[in-house]
Each structure stands twice: as structure tokens, then as C-alpha cells.
């Protein structure tokens, strides 16, 4: 069964400040996406940044961007230069090939510190 | 850009009622989805469908159904509802296809509380 695992329920950054998300997932499939979305406090879901597993190369959103080791199963979130705004829960998904189906991790909250 | 309504952001209800949610979506999307959301255990799937007047479980049906009647909308019904069905529900969109276009967009979420 493909799950996905956020094991810092938590995590606090200084504005200005990097910090890193981890996430980690279990497939069989060769053929999938990972996502990073965020909720602010005000509810609605916004996706982050996108990985297609086939591209070695990370993706990266100004200043987002991701760390995708497919051997490890890893998928870690960098964001840089943490501003106030960044504050929210963030959430590791997946979905593979055309399955449709987002299996979402258990989420991280994050705050920044002024 | 993509918009995804959801018809209430709070909810109270009492034990048995049936309960409505509604979910509207303006971008002629194909599949729509139903989660709920506790925390620590992240978003799980209730419900999806990928047409009109098709659904499929997702991954926690038990206690809900669903109702497609149009492509906008999506609907998830509470036939009676229970206190363990408190949580918060976002309904979500999506193209069908190609994976690159399966990005879901997210409703604002109803806080649902069952007295």
C-alpha cells in the first residue's frame, strides 16, 4: 500500500531563516508525482511546488524548493529566506500515474518566528 | 484561476440529522473528491467521482454517500449523522488525463461539529 510519512508534526523557523520539511513515502509504482501543499490559517489548500518522479532534476519555486532522492523514498521541502506569510500546515501527497488518488502525509505545521 | 466553493464554512449539527455539503467548481473539471481532515492523521479520502453520476470510494466511505448530478457539483451527504463525524471536509477538483494536469484545487473547507 503507498503511504506517505511527515514525522515532524512541528518545526519553527526565524524569519529570514531556512527550514526544511521532510517527508518520506512507500510505492511500488515507477510512475508517479509528489506534491507540497500548503493551508494557511485561513483553510484554503494551495499546492506548493510539484515533482514528476521520471525528472531527476528538483524542482524548484522561487523560494521553494525540494529535495526528491527516489532511491530513498525521499522528498523533503526547502524554504528559503522564511517569511511571516509562510506560517501553515504543509502537507506531503502523491499520486501515481493516473491513479487520481491523493494519499496525503499527516501534515507539518509550521511557524516564523518575527 | 481555478475556483472551488464550498456552500458553508460552519456547520453544527445534532446526532441523526442529514447533513448536506455542497461543492461547486467553475473550471469544467472532470473529477472532484471529498476529505476529510483530523488532525495528526493528514487528509483521507471519502469519496471521488470522475463524471456525472459516477462515484467510487475512496478510502473511508463508510457513513457518507455522494451525489453528481451536474459536473460542477459535488455532494456529500450525511445520512445521519454522528459525533465521530466532527472534523473538517474540503472538497477538491481536477482534470482527468495525463498526470501532469492532475493537480487538484481545494475548496475553503466546512467545519463540521455534531452535537
Known amino acids: 500500500a503507498q503511504t506517505v510519512t511527515q514525522s515532524q508534526p512541528e518545526m519553527s523557523v526565524q524569519e529570514a531563516e531556512t527550514v526544511t520539511l521532510s517527508c518520506t513515502y512507500d510505492?511500488?509504482?515507477?510512475?508517479?508525482?509528489l506534491f507540497w501543499y500548503k493551508q494557511p490559517p485561513s483553510r484554503q489548500m494551495i499546492l506548493v511546488i510539484r515533482?514528476?518522479?521520471?525528472?531527476?532534476q528538483n524542482a524548484t519555486e522561487n523560494r521553494f524548493s525540494v529535495n526528491f532522492q527516489k532511491a530513498a523514498k525521499s522528498f523533503s521541502l526547502k524554504i528559503s529566506d522564511s517569511q511571516l506569510g509562510d506560517a501553515a500546515m504543509y502537507f506531503c501527497a502523491y499520486i501515481y500515474n493516473q491513479g487520481g488518488k491523493l494519499i496525503f502525509g499527516q501534515g507539518t505545521e509550521l511557524s516564523v518566528k518575527p | 484561476d481555478v475556483k472551488v466553493t464550498q456552500s458553508s464554512r460552519y456547520l453544527v449539527k445534532r446526532t441523526g440529522e442529514k447533513v448536506f455539503l455542497e461543492c461547486v467548481q467553475d473550471?469544467?473539471?472532470?473529477?472532484m473528491f471529498w476529505y476529510r481532515q483530523d488532525p495528526g492523521l493528514g487528509l483521507r479520502l471519502i469519496y471521488f467521482?470522475?463524471?456525472?453520476?459516477?462515484?467510487e470510494k475512496g478510502d473511508i466511505p463508510e457513513g457518507y454517500s455522494v451525489s453528481r448530478e451536474k459536473k460542477e457539483r459535488f455532494s456529500l451527504i450525511l445520512e445521519s449523522a454522528s459525533t465521530n463525524q466532527t472534523s473538517m471536509y474540503l472538497c477538491a477538483s481536477s482534470f482527468p488525463g495525463t498526470i501532469s494536469t492532475d493537480t487538484q484545487y481545494f475548496g475553503p473547507g466546512t467545519r463540521l461539529t455534531v452535537l
Open positions: 515533482q514528476e518522479a521520471y525528472k531527476q
Open positions: 473550471m469544467d473539471h472532470e473529477n
Open positions: 510505492t511500488s509504482e515507477s510512475d508517479y508525482y
Open positions: 467521482s470522475y463524471d456525472v453520476k459516477m462515484k
